[in-house]
């Protein structure tokens, strides 16, 4: 929550963030599917209650100056910033989804996109729901492809990693009225190259840089 705090300091227009269950049910916002990396403790999110994942220090990680910081739910995150930002909510589970859309029937006013790499979670949940906002995720192999399948399950954005961008691939979404937002761009340089070939977006650190590249740029964290 502190990262999102901050973001919404520096100017940032949404808040991109990972989702999981845990062993409850419950949706928490943590990247990883393990508990190593960014918290003290061990082991899957999916095998620890809320209560135990509440518990852990998920800011230690970081800097000591965000000891203490604690693993947020969902809930918790669309309380605080629905209606304020926008929130591009990555999915790497369909049962994760499934308690997801519950949720979020529960804050009409959050502004919201669903993202994910898994192309059959994308389709399961635009079966569920045909207004759902889905974003499609690339990270290699052809960009012809997912283009096409973002096409197929009337996606709303196109993300691919800055690596993978090109000019092509961006005037292939543009034909298809589909937003391209790039991650995770951090430099100036890079944001200014693909300003230029017209992309929509940028996920990125450090939002507050990347405003003197683009004001009108949307810059997550």
């Avoid at 996109?113 to 389709?123: A, N, R, T």
């Avoid at 974003?135 to 492809?145: E, K, N, T, Y």
Wanted: contains cysteine.
């Amino acid at each position: 929550m502190a990262a999102f705090a901050a973001a919404v300091e520096l100017g940032a227009d949404g808040l991109e963030l990972d989702i999981h269950l845990s062993r409850d049910g419950i949706p928490v916002v943590i990247h990883d599917e393990s508990l190593e990396r960014t918290t003290d403790g061990r082991g899957l999110v999916a095998d620890a209650s809320l209560q135990q994942l509440q518990q852990l220090d998920a800011g230690g990680w970081f800097s000591r100056e965000f000891m203490g910081e604690p693993i947020p739910t969902l809930a918790e995150v669309l309380s605080a910033f629905s209606g304020t930002l926008s929130l591009n909510l990555e999915l790497k589970e369909f049962s994760a989804g499934v308690e997801v859309l519950s949720l979020l029937r529960q804050h009409p006013d959050a502004e919201f996109i669903i993202s994910s790499f898994d192309y059959g979670l994308l389709k399961g949940l635009r079966s569920l729901d045909e207004e759902l906002p889905l974003a499609v995720l690339f990270d290699g192999g052809s960009w012809r492809q997912a283009v096409r399948f973002a096409n197929e399950i009337s996606a709303c954005a196109f993300h691919p990693a800055g690596n993978l961008v090109c000019r092509r691939m961006v005037s292939a979404c543009s034909k298809l009225a589909l937003p391209v937002s790039v991650w995770t761009v951090d430099r100036a340089e890079q944001a200014r190259s693909l300003v230029r070939m017209g992309v929509s977006g940028l996920f990125t650190n450090d939002p507050g840089a990347l405003r003197s590249v683009w004001p009108g740029l949307v810059a997550s964290l």
